[in-house]
């Protein structure tokens, strides 16, 4: 009897913790960020502006080129390759009516953290994944993306290196 109660009570505590993500999925202005930010805040990571190569244990490697376009948009292109030839995709970082978006086909996030050290996104429309770019050195960088929901949360760190055009 008493084990049982253990689990009823560890199910329903893994179900409320499920339940501040779930709706946050469903509210696109959760989590975005009270203060607007502006040109400034974006040239505060001006360090991803290069070619990289991330490695993450079990996971293919990924190939990234970030190029600052202006003072409000970042461009980046995605490879298959690490000849950065073969082009995979495209995305964009830019900034909009105070606020800091990434986007990469359908799915698209906003910035609720900015600063030196890097940035914070949280997922808006089709997006779902939760992911941080955190500067390590002008050489290398971190990109950690949180998966899941309700304690089946799955995280994978990317070690990002800067690679010579």
Same mark, same amino acid.
């Given at each position: ?5 253990? +689990? ?16 946050? /999925? ?12 502006? /040109? ?32 409000? +948009? ?15 995709? +495209? ?50 960088? +971190? ?23």
């Amino acid at each position: 009897m008493q084990r049982r109660l253990r +689990t009823l009570i560890t199910a329903a505590a893994v179900a409320l913790l499920g339940v501040p993500v779930a709706a946050h /999925a469903q509210n696109p202005r959760a989590g975005a960020p009270r203060t607007a930010f502006s /040109a400034p805040d974006l040239a505060k990571v001006k360090w991803l502006q290069g070619s990289w190569v991330g490695t993450a244990e079990g996971e293919s490697t990924i190939y990234q080129r970030f190029k600052f376009v202006d003072d409000s +948009t970042v461009e980046i292109t995605y490879y298959r390759d690490p000849a950065f030839g073969q082009e995979s995709g +495209t995305g964009r970082l830019y900034l909009s009516v105070g606020r800091i978006y990434h986007t990469f086909g359908s799915n698209r996030w906003v910035v609720t953290r900015i600063g030196d050290q890097g940035l914070y996104l949280v997922p808006q429309s089709t997006a779902r994944a939760h992911f941080a770019w955190t500067y390590v050195s002008p050489d290398a960088w +971190t990109f950690t993306m949180r998966t899941g929901v309700g304690g089946h949360e799955h995280v994978t760190l990317y070690n990002m290196k800067r690679v010579s055009p």
